[in-house]
């Protein structure tokens, strides 16, 4: 029998257990689907003008995105040997699966982070590869059924700006 005295006591103790209990159960509904996109490793590599890309930006646009990836944009940098691999929620973690656009661009000299690492041409490249509206380089990110635990290889975007100025009609 609870005394006067314990009485406030007792109460917190039973609100401590019930708190408890509802984190703990908590805790086990959160164990199913957290809501994220499932994403794959995904790595390729962009050469410009048959040079690595050194220092670009590369972005993954979705074809069709659904009402969960519409905000999603898987995006790389382009290392000195002209790989990149995908980041989407955390470094690296990859893409979803998806048919994309893909744009291609260098920070202007203004932003660069790493000194001489955009191109002399950076203006054409960027009017040429990094239009989002209509680009002109496109990926499929597919995982398929015998390489469920590897990387997912894009083909290499080989870049020219000589190309942008043959299309030219002013040039």
Not at 25 to 33: A, E, L, T, V
Not at 82 to 89: I, K, Q, S, V
Not at 97 to 125: A, L, Q, R, S
């Amino acid at each position: 029998m609870l005394m006067d005295s314990d009485r406030p006591r007792a109460h917190r103790l039973m609100s401590r257990w019930v708190a408890l209990a509802l984190l703990a159960s908590g805790s086990f509904i959160g164990c199913g689907d957290s809501g994220r996109v499932p994403v794959y490793p995904v790595r390729g590599k962009v050469t410009l003008d048959g040079k690595p890309a050194v220092g670009a930006y590369i972005k993954f646009i979705a074809v069709n995105p659904n009402e969960k990836t519409k905000w999603m944009i898987p995006k790389g940098i382009v290392d000195s040997a002209g790989n990149y691999r995908l980041d989407t929620y955390v470094t690296g973690d990859g893409a979803p699966e998806g048919e994309y656009g893909v744009t291609i661009n260098w920070p202007t000299p203004e932003e660069d982070t790493e000194p001489n690492t955009f191109p002399d041409v950076w203006e054409e490249v960027r009017d040429k590869y990094a239009d989002r509206k209509n680009p002109q380089l496109h990926a499929v990110v597919q995982l398929s059924t015998d390489n469920e635990d590897e990387e997912i290889t894009i083909p290499t975007f080989e870049l020219s700006v000589d190309e942008y100025f043959e299309d030219d009609p002013d040039e």
